[in-house]
């Protein structure tokens, strides 16, 4: 579709040799910095939140090194907004919990509160009422502290460990890393944990009224009926719970301890994310593990394996991210025609971590479904991931099918058998869907569950569709049918874990072309208008973070590198290489300024849970801007108008 807008002369693409010794000069950039058993895995990097609570968690346990915290307290102040708040992405608007994380952590290090930074902190805070208005997960660290009471907490019977499958709360209908961040909690909960403070620090003066006096702190999180029936619910609940019987709560509490010890997962941690490794670690303490404790120390090394210095900066990444950015920069490089023998030793990588033997906590919804997915980091065997799966089996099968064969078969096993009843795919479990749950007063982060999305169910049927749409049919056209029943109005597609409808949308139409959508049919050209319609004068696309609240669609960011190649690889999978916008877009990326192997890129474009939690994929700006390069050249040069892939 033509663009009507005069392009002007620097939006126009570079010719074939300047564009071809770009992509060569970038497969040498990603090359070297493939890994000796060549993988290559990129910083993750999210919020303060993550290194403040590191800061609360050894301030809980009595772990001080002063060292190491003065450094953690640079990062912080490094990333503070000039309002004095914190925010959850690079400019964006201030948080009232991560602001509260990251003022308690740098007060902890010793910072003075009279200083500059401190006084606008707490003066930003105080304005949005306080420290008692953050969320459930700061208020729970609050409490640890003896900061502010329990009753500021929603009650958290551990007794939930011995609940049946078919009532209404259960673990196996909330998300994996609700799962693996809740039970730990339930622990602390059930003991009232108290953290060691040895420097004994409060904060009273993040309170308008004191902690004690302030009336509600629990709130319903959706206003619906049912959620101030919930609350209802709460209030009974807290007057019922200390007087459950004292064997049951012992229990309950030994489920939640194995649960946790199950899935310690050695260095990697439980659930290899960050959040549920601290609360593990904090669990086992109010059970009175030593130091010295093997369970102890492989939930604590678990957490100091996640600090990364880069020398002008010490934070921790929430997760790694390994299996992902090789999977993603193995489609970039083939297709840019990159080197063969280092891709196979990136995908021989891979084939080694599939997961094939173990099954994960999946099964509880798919008991029949035999093993065959990827995690996302190194090793994380109960949570293979969906996404990932899709990604890897793709790029093994572009590569060198006969070789992947074995590989590819079983992916695509565990894919379809994680299909969910409506056609789509969620990331980690199947039908996790009981949106119920997300009106408990715990909930109020809106993240409990993880039920189908359009990216992830994108990736599957263009995985399948790519490996054989034949055999694969019933499958890919379910999916076809979820993706086309959950387009927006306008005509693009919610992003879930990746900023925000640009992703989705290109996520969508790359995936309806793999699965032989005629691409002139309406509902697809609304997708093709509305990606034309967003795009920037200056040829790019940007879209910021802000588009996950409601009423605000976020694109006053300015053009960033990966959501551009993002565009551009919807509208090639849409239009090939016709129409202005994708020229324009493809002349802004190949002018756009790099560092090494990045594009320059500031903005977070991913997300961790949509106006909870961002992250800033630093292989992004790596990845798909020599993607879209290379298929925009390889669309240029194809005798096959046809050839397609699934991403």
């Known amino acids: 579709m033509n663009d009507p807008r005069r392009i002007i002369p620097d939006q126009i693409p570079l010719d074939r040799a300047a564009r071809e010794a770009l992509l060569s000069a970038q497969n040498d950039a990603l090359f070297q910095l493939q890994q000796q058993d060549g993988h290559i895995v990129f910083e993750l990097e999210a919020d303060c939140t993550i290194p403040a609570e590191y800061v609360i968690m050894c301030h809980f346990l009595g772990r001080i090194d002063q060292r190491r915290e003065a450094r953690l307290a640079d990062y912080l102040r490094g990333v503070q907004n000039t309002d004095g708040s914190w925010p959850l992405f690079h400019a964006g608007a201030g948080n009232i919990s991560a602001t509260v994380k990251a003022y308690w952590a740098l007060k902890l290090t010793g910072n003075d509160i009279e200083a500059a930074h401190m006084v606008s902190a707490r003066q930003w805070i105080l304005a949005q009422g306080g420290a008692a208005t953050s969320n459930v997960f700061t208020r729970i660290s609050l409490a640890l502290f003896g900061h502010v009471p329990w009753r500021a907490v929603p009650v958290m019977p551990v007794e939930a460990m011995l609940l049946p499958r078919w009532f209404p709360f259960h673990l196996s209908k909330i998300a994996y890393w609700s799962r693996t961040v809740v039970v730990p909690l339930l622990v602390l909960y059930a003991t009232r944990a108290r953290a060691l403070n040895p420097t004994g620090t409060s904060l009273e003066e993040l309170f308008v009224v004191p902690a004690k006096d302030h009336k509600v702190y629990n709130i319903n999180p959706t206003g619906s009926t049912i959620g101030n029936l919930l609350l209802r619910l709460d209030k009974a609940l807290r007057v019922i719970e200390p007087r459950l019987p004292k064997g049951s709560r012992a229990r309950a509490i030994k489920a939640a301890e194995e649960f946790t010890i199950a899935r310690l997962n050695g260095l990697n941690g439980l659930g290899a994310i960050f959040p549920a490794m601290v609360n593990a670690v904090l669990m086992f303490r109010a059970l009175g593990y030593s130091d010295d404790d093997p369970h102890m120390k492989a939930a604590s090394d678990a957490v100091d394996n996640l ?341």
């Not at 190194?378 to 949570?383: F, G, K, Q």
């Not at 049927?461 to 034949?470: E, F, I, P, Y």
């Not at 989705?504 to 995936?511: D, I």
């Not at 993002?566 to 090939?576: E, K, M, R, S």
């Open 307 to 647: 600090m990364t210095d880069r020398q002008d900066a010490l934070y921790l990444q929430p997760c790694f991210s390994p299996v992902w950015d090789t999977g993603l920069a193995a489609h970039a490089l083939l297709e840019a025609r990159a080197d063969r023998d280092r891709l196979i030793s990136a995908l021989d990588w891979l084939a080694d971590r599939q997961i094939l033997d173990h099954v994960g906590d999946y099964a509880w919804r798919r008991p029949d479904v035999r093993p065959g997915g990827w995690a996302f980091q190194y090793d994380n065997p109960d949570y293979p991931d969906v996404d990932d799966t899709a990604v890897v089996a793709m790029a093994m099968h572009r590569a060198d099918p006969q070789r992947y064969d074995a590989n590819i078969d079983r992916a695509c096993e565990w894919i379809v058998g994680m299909q969910s009843k409506n056609g789509g795919w969620g990331a980690f479990d199947a039908d996790n869907d009981h949106y119920l749950l997300n009106s408990i007063p715990f909930a109020d982060h809106g993240a409990l569950l993880d039920p189908p999305t359009v990216d992830v169910s994108a990736r599957c049927v263009g995985c399948l569709a790519q490996v054989d749409k034949n055999r694969y049919a019933a499958s890919i056209a379910r999916g076809v049918a979820y993706l086309k029943r959950d387009q927006e109005g306008d005509g693009s597609w919610f992003g879930r874990w990746g900023a925000n409808y640009v992703y989705g949308t290109w996520s969508a139409l790359v995936a309806l072309r793999a699965a032989g959508e005629d691409m002139h049919q309406p509902y697809i050209r609304r997708a093709v208008q509305w990606l034309v319609k967003k795009q920037h004068p200056d040829g790019g696309w940007g879209e910021g973070l802000e588009s996950y609240e409601p009423g605000q669609d976020g694109f006053a960011t300015p053009s960033t590198a990966s959501q551009t190649a993002w565009a551009v690889l919807g509208l090639i999978a849409a239009d090939g290489t016709d129409g202005d916008a994708t020229r324009a877009g493809i002349s802004w990326l190949e002018r756009a300024p790099r560092d090494g192997a990045r594009w320059q890129e500031n903005h977070f474009t991913g997300v961790g849970f949509p106006r909870v939690f961002y992250l800033k994929y630093h292989g992004y700006p790596a990845i798909f801007p020599q993607w879209a390069i290379a298929r925009y050249q390889a669309a240029l040069e194809s005798n096959d108008p046809d050839q397609t892939w699934g991403m």
